[in-house]
């Protein structure tokens, strides 16, 4: 993304509001006063423990904490939240409620305040801001927010009739609906939590961004030259709206373009809803909310997916396919949007390809062979892969079983850090080496995510459970023997309310569970997944590995020999049985 700032002038007038209509403002000044004083308190506490013999993985993971803990944090008022960092020093709503949510394993606190802070800032007409600053003013106690909605007050935009003009939308991603519901779940591990106050707050939002959508952002009349679009289509303005500033793929394309993203953004928002009816044990509105996430679901296969080419193109306001194969595909699996052969194909064809996504450093934002592609330095989503993009990817392809290929990312990424030991927003794909700058919040949540689903404990909400890896190898560079494959020893722990999660691996030979002090499991050798519910029992051993592996699991008493080929999941049984549960394709990188 990049940083827009507001002229002096247009800071605030006798009503606190940036625009015409004081109902939907394009920025507004919010004083910490007028805003709800419920934080939902008490939180649960969670933390992690790492250590690792791997000296520039620990390094990396050290730096990572520290940059979390102190430069990336900050107090907005009354909420304490986690910032974007690198140089990034608002919350942006296409980032810090997932952030937020992955921080959850480390601070729930953190994780409850970065989406309520989008929520308390809402626009009446159901509107989140895209961006929410924190203004200090000694002459308003702590200060007041700036939730900001569109671009303005930039030159390119002069005052008319004493308003600024929206230039542009603000929505830069609309990440959450889903963060927020997952982010809740961990209010559930202390007593006496208000997680339904905070899920009843939450679902009245989500309805009225949902309003918003239905709207302003389904169908639309014709206009400008471009055709009108009938109900069922979801579009954007343009590409700002899911972060793409200065994106060079929409070049010569009419607005408004119909857009993977915003039928994304709708998915994920009706599918969250009606999680969160089956939180409160309203099983009628559950159904309508599947419902509803369903027939988006099915705009979006319909209008965008090339069944021949497997991948999603947008369209632009002339009804024109805009020819350009970008990683939002990756986007739209992170909500789940996609069905599973679609996913399925765009791993296979696309993500995997070395001509395309999977370079040195993988996920570029468009493809390297495409015309639209600029291996620059600037920063607008045309090129060089993004730390955000790495973040995604996490949830993107474990949402659908890639575990194995997101393994391989995940070894690439672990290399191009620890290259330089630096976390900045972009990486040099065919080199891998990290680009300027440094302390970015999404690289180093994903590194986090990275370390936890190879060599530590992973907390799946979205199916209740826990994964405890052991990857066959992760290769870091030594400074003076260039890459190498460290057979490391990990220990890594876990804490969930009043529980202790402890994971060992003692290198290439094997790795154990624990539960405050009781062993779980033992498996050999280490280079497999093992999926236990949130109580530490034993539910299936997965295959993140790109070969075959024999393994041999231990649980109490009981022996499991299993033969575990990549992406598949053996549900184990107490008497000593197990059974191929899933089998999702493996793709290996290829030309």
């Given at each position: 993304?990049?940083?827009?700032?507001?002229?002096?002038?247009?800071?605030?007038?006798?009503?606190?509001?940036?625009?015409?209509?004081?109902?939907?403002?394009?920025?507004?000044?919010?004083?910490?006063?007028?805003?709800?004083?419920?934080?939902?308190?008490?939180?649960?506490?969670?933390?992690?423990?790492?250590?690792?013999?791997?000296?520039?993985?620990?390094?990396?993971?050290?730096?990572?904490?520290?940059?979390?803990?102190?430069?990336?944090?900050?107090?907005?008022?009354?909420?304490?939240?986690?910032?974007?960092?690198?140089?990034?020093?608002?919350?942006?709503?296409?980032?810090?409620?997932?952030?937020?949510?992955?921080y959850a394993t480390r601070d729930v606190k953190i994780a409850i305040h970065n989406s309520l802070i989008f929520m308390r800032t809402q626009r009446l007409d159901g509107r989140f801001a895209g961006v929410v600053n924190h203004k200090n003013n000694g002459t308003q106690g702590e200060g007041y927010l700036r939730p900001e909605y569109c671009l303005t007050g930039s030159n390119s935009c002069p005052l008319i009739n004493n308003c600024s003009p929206c230039c542009g939308s603000l929505l830069q991603g609309m990440y959450l609906a889903s963060s927020a519901v997952d982010a809740a779940w961990y209010m559930g591990l202390a007593k006496d939590n208000q997680q339904h106050d905070f899920?009843?707050?939450?679902?009245?939002?989500?309805?009225?961004?949902?309003?918003?959508?239905?709207?302003?952002?389904?169908?639309?009349?014709?206009?400008?030259?471009?055709?009108?679009?009938?109900?069922?289509?979801?579009?954007?303005?343009?590409?700002?709206?899911?972060?793409?500033?200065?994106?060079?793929?929409?070049?010569?394309?009419?607005?408004?373009?119909?857009?993977?993203?915003?039928?994304?953004?709708?998915?994920?928002?009706?599918?969250?809803?009606?999680?969160?009816?089956?939180?409160?044990?309203?099983?009628?509105?559950?159904?309508?909310?599947?419902?509803?996430?369903?027939?988006?679901?099915?705009?979006?296969?319909?209008?965008?997916?090339?069944?021949?080419?497997?991948?999603?193109?947008?369209?632009?306001?002339?009804?024109?396919?805009?020819?350009?194969?970008?990683?939002?595909?990756?986007?739209?699996?992170?909500?789940?949007?996609?069905?599973?052969?679609?996913?399925?194909?765009?791993?296979?064809?696309?993500?995997?390809?070395?001509?395309?996504?999977?370079?040195?450093?993988?996920?570029?934002?468009?493809?390297?062979?495409?015309?639209?592609?600029?291996?620059?330095?600037?920063?607008?989503?045309?090129?060089?892969?993004?730390?955000?993009?790495?973040?995604?990817?996490?949830?993107?392809?474990?949402?659908?079983?890639?575990?194995?290929?997101?393994?391989?990312?995940?070894?690439?990424?672990?290399?191009?850090?620890?290259?330089?030991?630096?976390?900045p927003q972009q990486f040099e794909p065919f080199s891998g080496v990290p680009m300027a700058g440094d302390h970015y919040g999404p690289s180093i949540m994903a590194l986090f995510g990275y370390v936890e689903l190879s060599q530590g404990i992973f907390v799946n909400v979205r199916n209740r459970s826990l994964y405890w890896s052991a990857a066959p190898f992760i290769h870091t560079r030594n400074k003076t023997s260039g890459i190498v494959n460290v057979p490391t020893n990990v220990n890594f722990t876990q804490r969930l309310g009043m529980q202790n999660f402890t994971q060992n691996i003692e290198g290439p030979a094997k790795f154990g569970g624990y539960l405050d002090g009781w062993n779980l499991f033992t498996c050999e050798p280490a280079s497999v997944r093992v999926r236990t519910d949130l109580y530490g029992n034993v539910m299936s051993v997965i295959g993140i590995s790109s070969t075959t592996e024999n393994v041999v699991l231990h649980i109490g008493s009981m022996t499991y020999s299993l033969t575990v080929k990549p992406n598949e999941e053996w549900s184990v049984y107490a008497n000593g049985t197990a059974t191929l549960a899933r089998s999702v394709p493996f793709t290996m990188p290829h030309s």
């Open positions: 993304m990049m940083l827009y700032y507001l002229l002096p002038s247009l800071i605030s007038n006798a009503h606190g509001y940036v625009g015409c209509d004081p109902e939907q403002p394009y920025s507004r000044n919010v004083s910490m006063k007028m805003l709800p004083d419920t934080l939902y308190m008490p939180f649960p506490m969670t933390g992690v423990m790492y250590s690792t013999t791997d000296a520039t993985l620990q390094q990396a993971m050290d730096k990572g904490t520290i940059s979390q803990n102190s430069t990336n944090r900050a107090s907005f008022g009354g909420f304490e939240v986690l910032v974007e960092g690198g140089g990034y020093t608002a919350v942006w709503l296409e980032t810090q409620p997932m952030a937020g949510q992955m899920l009843r707050e939450l679902q009245e939002s989500l309805i009225k961004f949902n309003n918003w959508t239905d709207t302003t952002r389904n169908g639309k009349t014709a206009e400008n030259g471009s055709a009108a679009l009938p109900k069922g289509t979801l579009w954007l303005p343009g590409s700002q709206d899911w972060g793409g500033d200065g994106f060079d793929g929409y070049v010569n394309s009419t607005s408004p373009i119909v857009s993977m993203d915003m039928h994304m953004y709708a998915y994920d928002t009706c599918n969250s809803l009606a999680l969160i009816a089956d939180m409160l044990g309203n099983t009628i509105n559950s159904t309508y909310w599947e419902a509803k996430a369903a027939t988006v679901a099915g705009w979006m296969r319909t209008k965008l997916w090339d069944e021949g080419r497997s991948a999603c193109f947008d369209h632009d306001g002339e009804g024109k396919i805009v020819d350009v194969l970008m990683h939002n595909n990756l986007r739209a699996m992170w909500g789940g949007v996609f069905s599973q052969d679609m996913a399925d194909a765009f791993v296979r064809d696309h993500l995997m390809n070395t001509s395309e996504f999977f370079t040195t450093a993988p996920l570029p934002s468009i493809a390297v062979n495409s015309p639209a592609f600029r291996n620059g330095l600037r920063n607008d989503w045309s090129g060089p892969p993004q730390g955000l993009t790495y973040q995604r990817a996490i949830r993107a392809l474990t949402n659908y079983g890639h575990h194995a290929e997101l393994l391989l990312v995940a070894q690439r990424f672990i290399h191009s850090v620890s290259l330089t030991g630096t976390f």
